[in-house]
């Protein structure tokens, strides 16, 4: 018996030697998720990532969680980025302490989320997202709930980096950069699909989308930014999945429409939205106007005011949502407003008539606030307001708080045969002129009527005859 006791304890102990020894090799394999791949952690000396480029405040993150002896990970669209030699919009961490761990470790910390809670460390302006490893539970409880559809409504099953890997929907976007020794662990693959410009989706695609239909918005919005083509397997359930997205809150669709738009790439992202069938969930009306023609010529407004704002972007200048929602939905305000006054009603009630109903319908999809809503009827309802170049109008009209917001939307219009040319060449001249030339400018055409122009007309009230007694 004492024999074999200890050739027992020394198989132990060979064993342990031996897994100690595998695990501080710099390249290793380990067991991974649920699809029985194996991980495979990139040294330093294999990756082009460097602490230099990381946020003081997010390697602070890193290092009190470190000390703290908690595992601790950048990881997402900061590590994708960096391997590009991009500069991070945000940082990410990662980590096996719960939310309410986080928060001891940080006083600066608040807790938030409901679907999935996050802990946000904030340093004045910038905040440091920490998330909990999520778990692989797949059952209904308190900490997850699934529509019948499909969707996780909440998810809140905590687990281990293994588990967190498979959680996350794009290989790319799946990659971990490990303070400790400050490599990069891949479970998917992911540093392979960066080098060949590839966005894979993790897991069986179709049931990806329909736990987050919102997935194939990231899909295309990812694929335009980083300039990667999608894998086929992520692409093919596109066309057929699209009308999922009518499950998603309207307010969450509008979050999602400004980050496709408002990026820098709204051209790209419009065209490849339309190809796979997702333009037309988020702004049916005006998909369903692009497929006609204006007087037998295409309508090109919409494109011009993505270029427009595209170049915007790309000269560093600021994006207002309601110009491009009012560009976006144009056409259909168009449409709407022919149709109204073909029926005989008049030209301004049309127009606002057609504005509620175009609004009305499209906020069920995207829910746009208010604020949002006004100013773009603002832009709207001043274009046909510009024709008016005579007496005191002019001057009221620059007045106006959305005078240049609309000025501009004129400008697009004459661009693509929706205004007259002359009319903003007209415009441009005046808000530049001296005040005896806008004088001029504004002089109605000598031998017209004047009557009723510059001053307010005054009534006179007209006194009541008198009643009988």
């Known amino acids: 018996m004492k024999i074999l006791y200890r050739v027992i304890v020394i198989f132990k102990f060979f064993k342990k030697i031996f897994s100690a020894s595998e695990s501080e090799s710099p390249v290793s394999e380990i067991a991974a998720g649920p699809e029985e791949s194996r991980a495979k952690i990139y040294s330093r000396s294999e990756h082009c ?9 997010a390697l602070k993150v890193l290092q009190r969680l470190k000390k703290a002896d908690y595992e601790a990970y950048l990881v997402g669209g900061c590590v994708r980025d960096l391997l590009l030699g991009r500069e991070p919009k945000d940082f990410d961490v990662a980590t096996n302490a719960s939310p309410e761990q986080v928060k001891q470790v940080f006083r600066n910390c608040r807790i938030i989320g409901r679907r999935f809670r996050l802990a946000h460390v904030f340093f004045g302006r910038e905040i440091i997202e920490v998330a909990t490893f999520r778990g692989s539970e797949t059952a209904e409880s308190d900490q997850q709930v699934v529509h019948e559809d499909g969707r996780l409504l909440r998810d809140n099953v905590f687990g281990t980096l293994e588990e967190d890997v498979w959680r996350r929907d794009f290989t790319v976007n799946a990659l971990y950069y490990n303070i400790r020794d400050f ?14 410009a590839v ?21 295309i919005r990812f694929a335009v930014k980083l ?4 894998h086929p397997d992520t692409e093919q359930p596109i066309y057929t999945q699209a009308e999922l997205l009518k499950s ?32 037309a969930m988020l702004f049916p009306a005006t998909d369903k106007c692009l497929e006609t023609q204006d007087h037998d010529f295409p309508r090109l407004f919409l494109i011009r005011a993505l270029e427009n704002s595209d170049a915007r972007f790309a000269e560093g200048k600021s994006l207002t949502p309601y110009f491009l929602l009012a560009a976006l939905l144009w056409e259909p305000l168009q449409m709407a407003a022919e149709k109204r006054i073909q029926q005989g009603e008049h030209e301004t009630v049309a127009y606002q008539n057609a504005a509620n109903e175009v609004l009305s319908r499209q906020i069920k999809i995207t829910a746009m606030p208010r604020h949002i809503t006004q100013s773009m009827r603002d832009v709207w309802f001043l274009q046909n307001k510009f024709s008016k170049t005579f007496g005191t109008r002019p001057y009221r009209l620059l007045e106006q ?24 060449e007209w415009w441009t001249q005046f808000q530049l002129a001296d005040e005896e030339t806008q004088r001029k400018m504004t002089a109605p055409p000598k031998g017209s009527a004047t009557k009723g122009k510059g001053k307010p007309r005054r009534y006179r009230t007209r006194k009541k005859p008198d009643t009988p007694q």
């Open 49 to 57: 990532i460097s602490r230099t480029q990381i946020s003081e405040n």
């Open 183 to 196: 490599s990069v662990v891949d479970y998917t693959g992911g540093m392979q699909d960066h080098a060949n």
């Open 199 to 219: 966005l894979r989706l993790i897991g069986d695609p179709g049931v990806r989308y329909r736990e987050d239909p919102v997935r194939m918005l990231r899909a």
């Open 227 to 230: 300039g990667f083509t999608l």
């Open 248 to 279: 998603i809150p309207a307010a969450r669709l509008y979050d999602e429409a400004l980050k496709l738009f408002l990026a820098g790439y709204g051209v790209q992202t419009f065209e490849m939205l339309r190809h796979y069938g997702l333009f």
């Open 401 to 424: 708080p959305k005078f240049r917001a609309a000025y501009d939307f004129l400008q697009l219009r004459a661009e693509t045969g929706g205004a007259d040319p002359e009319l903003v």
